[in-house]
């Protein structure tokens, strides 16, 4: 069970470096690129590709929830500074990824329907069928939250689905 929530939390710190945390640059290719200023969205459709460093994001939409110019300098200013929450202070509310989505690095793949991370809250919820594999490694549930600035994650079931992990023990 300790390697699915090291896996859990190592694939959702990789997948929410793309909320501003590394300094490499951030590549998004996709077959169309839309913004709405007024309502802060950038929305990127159609084969949506994101890669940063080792992780890359694929889904059918991409969208980047930004706050409005005075809202991300308040931010800033009433944020207290460390050496985490400094690289972690961006203009980036939230980025959603919709349809087929695919998080991976390495050999560590997340997929689900749905998959939102919440910059403020620094948590991850991944919907629609969400599962979790590294390796042979799986665990599925009815939604999968990471909460990043606790190193932790969660997997709930529904009333009609259960929690379910197939766990193979490390070869020697």
Known sequence: MILIVLCIASLAHAATRVGGGANTPINITSDRFDVYSEKRIAVFSGNVVVTQEDTTIKSDEFYLHYYKPKEAT?????????????????????????????????????????????????????????????????????????????????????KETRVTATIYPEQQ
């Open 74 to 158: 308040a931010r800033k200013k009433s944020q207290v500074i460390n050496a985490g929450a400094a690289a972690n202070m961006g203009e980036i509310q939230k980025i959603e990824a919709r349809g087929r989505v695919i998080i991976r690095q390495k050999e560590k793949i997340l997929t689900g329907e749905n998959a939102v991370f919440f910059n403020d809250e620094r948590k991850i919820i991944v919907t629609g069928t969400p599962e979790m594999r590294e390796g042979d490694n799986i665990i599925k549930g009815d939604k999968i939250t990471f909460f990043l600035t606790e190193n932790r994650g969660v997997v709930e079931s529904s």
